[in-house]
């Protein structure tokens, strides 16, 4: 849990989550916190068209020491069935910590609309062009 200070600091101001466009893709750091209170930051690709909460490679999955949660089911945009792992995090959103559950797949970070539930998205499609997240009201 953040410290009292930073909550209420946040709390304060209208609180907004940024990044940018970078290669065509809106990315937006991330803070991931494992099971034995490591932090790893990196970027994710904010992706619209995944339902889940966010996905991982299983490298950063296992630094990070992740608990299995179970077995999952998806259709990959190239129309392929997949079976991956599901393992349960900790991440740091809009100045909280949320539990998520993590979709282990060999690819780049990846936040899905699950995760965005209750935010405005908005972002200049760009070169270095801004993506902000703003929590609705």
Do not use: C, H
Not at 25 to 44: C, H, K, N, W, Y
Not at 50 to 67: E, K, Q
Not at 114 to 123: D, H, K, Q, T
């Amino acid at each position: 849990r953040l410290p009292r200070s930073i909550r209420r600091a946040w709390r304060a101001r209208k609180v907004m989550i940024t990044g940018i466009v970078q290669r065509r893709e809106a990315v937006i750091p991330l803070t991931v916190l494992g099971s034995r209170r490591q932090r790893m930051e990196f970027d994710a690709v904010i992706d619209t068209g995944y339902t889940g909460w966010i996905t991982l490679p299983p490298g950063i999955v296992s630094a990070l020491g992740l608990r299995w949660y179970s077995l999952g089911r998806g259709i990959l945009a190239d129309g392929t069935i997949s079976i991956y792992d599901v393992y349960v995090a900790r991440i740091v959103w809009d100045g909280n910590i949320r539990k998520v559950r993590v979709n282990q797949l060999d690819a780049a970070p990846l936040i899905g609309m699950s995760l965005l539930r209750g935010f405005a998205l908005n972002m200049r499609v760009r070169y270095r062009g801004p993506v902000t997240l703003t929590k609705l009201s």
